[in-house]
């Protein structure tokens, strides 16, 4: 029996629990292909001094790593909706599914800023499930940003 969206984000969340304790940004993210946890990484730009280490970037290099392919297809599950940088590379590497949990709504690129999943003037498009456990996810960011301010 196939996984549900809820258990692939469960699992996201866990990946935004490991990069806080990091001291990144609590986002993490899974790529899933055929049911199947392929990569798994949260946020990673101050650990490595690199602005694109984003989570989704992170899953998209270790899924291409392990296909031998950067046509990746599957799907990436994120706990943030993804910015312009990831949206697009994502386009670029033709994922057929995105499912995030909390919108963005300074820089969202899937719905809340931006709709470039869906955009005509791209050759690809990619379903967009939005809102899986945002409650969840909405949480663990305002939490790390207000812990942030005190």
Wanted: hydrophobic letters at 45%.
């Amino acid at each position: 029996m196939p996984h549900s969206d809820e258990y692939f984000m469960e699992l996201a969340i866990e990946q935004a629990g490991i990069a806080q304790a990091k001291g990144e940004v609590p986002v993490g993210a899974l790529f899933i292909e055929k049911d199947e946890v392929l990569a798994a990484s949260g946020n990673a730009s101050i650990e490595g001094s690199d602005p694109t280490a984003h989570a989704e970037i992170m899953v998209m290099r270790k899924a291409a790593q392990l296909k031998g392919n950067y046509r990746l297809g599957g799907s990436v599950f994120v706990t943030l909706e993804p910015c312009l940088m990831c949206l697009g590379a994502m386009m670029h590497a033709r994922v057929e599914r995105l499912v995030f949990g909390a919108h963005d709504h300074v820089s969202g690129a899937a719905v809340s800023v931006y709709n470039l999943a869906q955009s005509p003037h791209q050759n690809h498009r990619i379903e967009v499930i939005e809102g899986i456990l945002k409650r969840k996810c909405q949480t663990i960011l305002k939490e790390f940003f207000q812990s942030k301010r005190q």
